[in-house]
């Protein structure tokens, strides 16, 4: 059965484009050799109907399995086999950045259209599990709030945790941003990318490049990033980066984690933005209140309507977007407001900075600046502009750039653990007494009582509620609170740009 699994691999090849049908020959001895054959035993029959590849790759794990060339069938082990498999279909890196400037002479949105769809067609995205992500949107006071249970992110096998530990440690690639991994076959600490291809581009004028994130968590979700392994630093060229991003791929929206511990990224070792072809809720937030800077008249400045406190700036000039920009980060790094529990610094320990995500808006240049603190007390060891202990039970984790837009990448866990609160509260059975849920009670006990519950409305309705939640978290989020005090303090640092 190999050789049928082979000869569907290599026609799915060739039908997205993988595989030209000069090398299909080469291309299906390469896969026999991989399993071990010398020969094709039979003459494969024309493929009638072509199954997803996750389900050809399945057959092939299994053959694998049962011949010994897969020691176990975990997650792990499977992933790191699959993408092997993969890559010998996959093209060079020249082949495939050759093809991507042809597509961009022709327009930058047909470039990442095709770009976004041989990353799936490789498996370097894979679309048979984000499938599986819970995601829906809710309409709120800010507008239409997206949020996802992320499912598409697997959990380690407790069988690779232990090999894991034993695994040679290793400092190659330094991190999963860095050039190095594309084609690196990866090991039990580090996913394999022999499918992964990345496009160069420059960003005032550094070398950068363009991949997408595997677990999109939004439409052709990008990450942009800097060919050195340098840690990730906001500032002027930051501004001037993400505005000469957009110029360049006007369709898309670019943006950076903060570059401080608890309000940045995951991966603050290396310097990078995110992006992507996604129209988020902050986008569409109008201007609240509206002022000039004195040193920048000609850019449009202003607060917008949203959870956190945001600074928005228009003009038609990058450059003067990004010296404004510069100008109000100067301030807001030394800004201390003891009265609105601002403090720039503690100990030596600075805690101002900024996320910023640019956008074309017409022909206008869109520049939005998040004010972020990072301040901790004994009352809140994981920051005070953090998620609050209170909801906890549904969000924990950093508030970083992609929850700072308006969407929410939610845990896993949240997806067991809401099924068994419908079941729970349909039955009228005790959520304080099931140990999978009991961290859920007070939040749920709050809500229960305004609805009439129906095995047809319960899951919309926790849907709804785990939204409010949301919008909380990011008002936790907020240096400056949506209150009149929070208001007048943001006033006051207005008046100091």
């Known amino acids: 059965m190999i050789e049928t699994y082979i000869h569907e691999l290599v026609h799915y090849g060739c039908t997205h484009g993988l595989v030209a049908e000069a090398d299909r020959i080469y291309v299906t001895n390469r896969?026999?050799?991989?399993?071990?054959?010398t020969e094709a035993s039979?003459?494969?029959e024309p493929v009638r109907e072509e199954r997803p590849l996750y389900q050809i790759l399945e057959?092939?794990?299994?053959?694998?399995?049962?011949?010994?060339l897969l020691e176990e069938d975990t997650i792990t082990q499977k992933d790191l086999l699959d993408t092997k498999i993969m890559g010998l279909l996959t093209p060079l890196p020249s082949m495939v950045r050759k093809t991507f400037q042809e597509k961009y002479s022709v327009s930058p949105k047909e470039a990442t259209d095709y770009y976004y769809e041989f990353s799936q067609a490789t498996n370097y995205i894979r679309r048979d599990r984000i499938a599986r992500d819970e995601k829906w949107v809710t309409d709120t006071e800010f507008g239409p709030?997206?949020?996802t249970i992320n499912l598409s992110?697997?959990?380690k096998d407790p069988r690779d945790i232990a090999k894991a530990g034993t695994a040679k440690k290793s400092g190659y690639p330094s991190c999963l941003l860095c050039l190095e991994n594309e084609g690196y076959s990866g090991h039990m600490n580090h996913p394999a990318r022999q499918n992964h291809r990345v496009i160069p581009i420059t960003l005032g004028g550094e070398a950068y490049y363009l991949q997408y994130s595997p677990y999109v968590y939004y439409n052709e979700h990008c990450i942009i990033f800097n060919e050195k392994h340098i840690p990730m630093k906001i500032d002027r060229d930051t501004f001037?980066?993400?505005l000469d991003f957009i110029r360049q791929f006007p369709h898309y929206t670019a943006g950076s984690n903060a570059d401080l511990p608890i309000v940045g990224g995951s991966i603050l070792s290396h310097d990078h933005f995110q992006g992507g072809g996604y129209v988020f809720a902050m986008a569409k937030a109008p201007y609240e209140k509206e002022f000039v800077l004195k040193d920048f008249p000609d850019i449009h400045a202003g607060i917008i309507k949203w959870p956190m406190s945001v600074i928005r700036l228009q003009g038609s000039?990058?450059?003067?977007?990004?010296?404004?920009?510069?100008?109000i980060l100067t301030v807001w790094r030394g800004y201390t407001d003891?009265?609105?529990?601002?403090?720039?610094?503690?100990?030596g320990v600075p805690h101002n900075t900024i996320t910023p995500i640019a956008r074309m808006r017409g022909e206008l240049y869109e520049l939005d600046l998040v004010l972020r603190n990072n301040i901790t007390t004994e009352e809140c060891p994981w920051g005070v502009y953090h998620p609050a202990a209170r909801y906890h039970h549904i969000k924990k984790e950093n508030i970083g750039l992609i929850e700072v837009m308006g969407l929410a990448v939610l845990p896993a866990r949240l997806k067991h653990e809401m099924a068994v609160l419908e079941e729970t509260i349909l039955k009228h059975g005790s959520i304080r007494e099931n140990p999978v849920i009991e961290k859920h009670a007070d939040w749920a006990e709050a809500w229960i009582p305004h609805y009439s519950i129906t095995p047809e409305n319960i899951h919309g309705i926790i849907q709804k509620e785990i939204s409010e939640v949301f919008i909380k978290v990011l008002e936790c989020s907020g240096v400056f609170k949506r209150t009149p005090e929070g208001q007048e303090a943001f006033a006051r640092l207005i008046r100091n740009l």
């Open 31 to 37: 896969l026999l050799e991989f399993f071990g054959l």
């Open 42 to 44: 039979t003459e494969p």
């Open 59 to 68: 057959d092939m794990l299994a053959y694998a399995h049962q011949t010994g």
């Open 145 to 147: 709030i997206d949020i």
């Open 153 to 155: 992110k697997p959990e």
């Open 240 to 242: 001037a980066k993400l």
């Open 317 to 327: 000039e990058p450059e003067r977007i990004a010296d404004a920009a510069e100008h």
């Open 338 to 347: 003891a009265d609105a529990f601002i403090f720039h610094e503690t100990d």
